[in-house]
């Protein structure tokens, strides 16, 4: 795989631009996406999966919502895994044709179905028996008929972190498996819907092939069951949560080697998975890809503040904060951070930590990094997913600007915050 983030002669580049000279213009904290990043992760998914006929890639609008990246990946050909109103607005917004868009999420509320039936678009995944009922009464009193896929809950063990498994019995998202049967069957008498499809997502940063394998076996079960009752559906969708590297992003003899526990998922077996348990019954099946398209183009530059010994420990402390990049606060997500600048010195072990005021606020515990100072400039790899669309302005702290780099041509895609956007 190609890799548009990368060291020459010791410098960080985000392809053709210094990342150095993108702090300088632009100020820090900083998140930066490369385009053809996510243009590469897309041919690898778009090549690696040209096996499986009758496939399609809906992007998932939670990983990173920016209304330019989203252009982007419309361009390139996907449709949009929506869980808001305000999501499905950007999507369409952004270009993606409305046939294109599925909206998904638990709790939808009457406005949001309204709003989703209004501008027609192609598939609501049911959750619940009351949801079901939900959609219905909605669609009838706007004299419409809802396309309808069926959330299944498999119980497949995702293996990855607990509060990103979404497939396991006791998680709040979908209909348990055993009670599915009857759901389709109510769905199938529902005047105001048309059940198309059946929808399984057991996770995210998913690193194995095994629970997409056993999801692909349970939903292949649950089909002949509906098939025996003579219901038939027309779509399969598989949800997301192909998993991506986290650690040693980057490589080089002037950085500490990272070790790795995390598994690098073969994506060749998963496509001859899906090939093999479900393409032969000429269903129309659905991916959704969210992180793996955006987490490894965008990286968030900080400039450290201070450096500070206290017990034994050392801290370097950065004018990024949990509130602009909180998956480690949320479930200490590990990112590898680098030196924008890479030089002779000794690595060091210390904590990387924000100015917010939570013991939260920590990129990196206990990290062996090569030293830096207060004015230097550090990188936080694979941001791309989950960084900006979970930041907030906690401490009434202003979000970072975004910039979109496309080979030697930078621009910014969001402003960066000013205090009067804080009233």
Do not use: W
Request: glycine share 8%; charged share 25%.
């Amino acid at each position: 795989m190609t890799s548009h983030i990368r060291y020459d002669n010791k410098k960080l580049f985000v392809e053709d631009i210094p990342a150095a000279l993108l702090a300088e213009k632009y100020g820090t904290p900083l998140y930066v996406y490369s385009s053809n990043q996510i243009a590469e992760q897309f041919r690898i998914l778009k090549d690696t999966f040209d096996i499986v006929p009758n496939l399609k890639f809906l992007y998932a609008l939670k990983a990173n919502s920016n209304s330019e990246l989203l252009k982007l990946i419309s361009s390139l050909g996907a449709g949009a895994d929506t869980v808001s109103a305000g999501e499905i607005f950007l999507a369409l917004r952004s270009g993606f044709a409305p046939d294109s868009i599925s909206f998904a999420g638990v709790g939808k509320t009457d406005y949001d179905l309204d709003f989703a039936l209004d501008r027609g678009i192609g598939t609501i995944i049911a959750e619940s028996d009351e949801e079901l009922r939900a959609i219905s009464e909605r669609a009838a009193a706007m004299s419409k008929t809802a396309n309808v896929s069926l959330r299944i809950n498999p119980d497949v063990d995702a293996r990855t972190h607990p509060h990103i498994s979404t497939g396991l019995k006791e998680n709040k998202f979908g209909i348990n498996i055993r009670d599915a049967v009857g759901s389709a069957r109510a769905a199938a008498k529902m005047k105001n819907i048309r059940l198309v499809g059946i929808h399984s997502h057991i996770g995210s940063q998913i690193t194995e092939v095994e629970p997409f394998a056993e999801a692909v076996n349970s939903i292949r079960e649950f089909l002949a069951k509906l098939s025996r009752d003579g219901i038939e559906v027309s779509q399969i969708d598989l949800g997301g949560g192909i998993g991506v590297r986290y650690k040693n992003a980057l490589k080089d003899r002037l950085l500490p080697t990272e070790t790795s526990e995390e598994p690098s998922i073969d994506l060749r077996t998963l496509a001859k998975v899906v090939k093999d348990g479900l393409s032969s019954s000429g269903y129309e099946i659905l991916m959704e890809p969210g992180r793996f398209l955006t987490a490894e183009s965008g990286i968030l530059l900080t400039r450290v503040l201070y450096r500070k010994e206290s017990s034994g420990r050392t801290f370097v402390i950065v004018d990024a904060g949990m509130n602009d990049m909180m998956r480690h606060a949320l479930y200490s997500a590990y990112h590898q951070v680098v030196p924008v600048e890479l030089g002779e010195k000794a690595f060091e072990l210390v904590d990387i930590v924000g100015p917010v005021c939570e013991s939260t606020d920590v990129f990196a515990a206990q990290r062996e990094i090569s030293r830096v100072d207060r004015g230097d400039l550090l990188a936080i790899m694979t941001v791309g997913a989950y960084g900006y669309s979970l930041a907030s302005n906690y401490n009434s702290r202003l979000k970072p600007a975004e910039i979109l780099v496309d080979k030697d041509y930078s621009r910014i895609v969001r402003d960066r915050e000013n205090l009067e956007d804080l009233v």
